[in-house]
């Protein structure tokens, strides 16, 4: 189960989750807030809350994240736990996505 807030900020939009992502938050992740970030040119997703990511979770992370760079849209991800940043690094996300979407 993942829960989330949204801050629209005028210029950006900051996201905030909660929970898993895991197969059901994707589903969550991709018809509710998807949609809502794509007519903001900068995106803050705040991961404080979320305490696993499975591999469709990583996989809706960087598709998300790569389309929305696609489109000129500059996202950052930041407060990932320590564990999950460790998974990330070793599927070499920071790398692929860029390292400056980790903050």
Known sequence: MIEYSLYDNNDH???KL???LDIDG???V???IIPKMEKYKTIHINFEGIQFVDSTGMGLLMNMVQNLQEKGVKVTVSNVRQDIM???NILQLPEI???EIFV
């Open 13 to 15: 939009l900051d996201v």
């Open 18 to 20: 909660i929970g898993d």
């Open 97 to 99: 996505l860029g390292e």
């Open 86 to 88: 460790d998974v990330f």
């Open 30 to 32: 991709e018809e509710e």
């Open 26 to 28: 994707t589903e969550v």
